[in-house]
């Protein structure tokens, strides 16, 4: 089941990048008992995501074009947040 947090994030990046293809993962029970880890099952996420408008642009401008998508998400209600954004065809 997804929960709140996961469904704010896939439609925060829907909107955002409308994207060809978008993967929210829930990492956080590979982390209980780590830092951060908060209990709420909704901690630590991956994000896979493939648009175009990553292309020609670079890794960390990629990550920074996310971060800023989701707000104040990430380092508030999410701890940890991987991203693997891909421009089609990547």
């Known amino acids: 089941m997804t929960g709140p947090i996961a469904l704010e994030i896939e439609r925060k990046l829907e909107a955002a990048f409308a994207p060809t293809r978008l993967a929210v993962i829930n990492d956080s029970d590979r982390h209980a008992g780590h830092s951060g880890h908060d209990g709420s099952g909704e901690?630590?996420?991956?994000?896979?995501?493939?648009?175009?408008?990553?292309?020609?642009?670079?890794?960390?401008?990629?990550?920074?074009?996310?971060?800023?998508?989701?707000?104040?998400?990430?380092?508030?209600?999410?701890?940890?947040?991987?991203i693997k954004a891909r421009a089609p065809g990547e």
């Open 43 to 82: 901690s630590h996420f991956t994000v896979e995501i493939e648009s175009a408008a990553f292309a020609g642009i670079s890794r960390l401008q990629r990550q920074r074009m996310v971060n800023a998508a989701l707000g104040d998400l990430p380092g508030g209600r999410v701890h940890a947040l991987a």
